[in-house]
């Protein structure tokens, strides 16, 4: 069973750093891609970034340029750079994974509170 276990959120001032973890463990099948996400209370989930077939990454508009999206193959741990945070980061983060083939993420840790302050 795949199981995705999220660590290194907190709180932090505008303008800090945080880096997030995620341990995948359990998968088995077709080569996989991940991603994070993040959701606001009261909002739809938002992709945050992904690495994607051919390891190619992606980013929402809004954090281009200040978070960076990366992998430990070896250690099956994918990360998230954040700096230059902002108040408007603050957010549940959520680590996703899938089949690359599949367009959607089927699978999903338990999430991490990021909290930014002014």
């Known amino acids: 069973q795949v199981k995705l276990v999220e660590s290194g959120g907190g709180s932090v001032q505008a303008g800090g750093s945080l880096r997030l973890s995620c341990v995948a463990s359990g998968w088995t099948a077709s080569p996989k891609c991940m991603g994070w996400f993040r959701q606001v209370p009261g909002k739809e989930r938002e992709k945050v970034a992904s690495?994607?077939?051919?390891?190619?990454?992606t980013y929402t508009g809004s954090v281009k340029g200040r978070f960076t999206i990366s992998k430990d193959n070896a250690k099956n741990t994918l990360y998230l750079q954040m700096n230059s945070l902002k108040p408007e980061d603050t957010a549940m983060y959520y680590c996703?994974?899938?089949?690359?083939?599949?367009?959607?993420?089927?699978?999903w840790g338990q999430g991490t509170q990021v909290t930014v302050s002014s």
């Open positions: 996703a994974a899938k089949s690359c083939w599949l367009e959607a993420f089927n699978y």
């Open positions: 690495i994607e077939s051919g390891d190619q990454t």
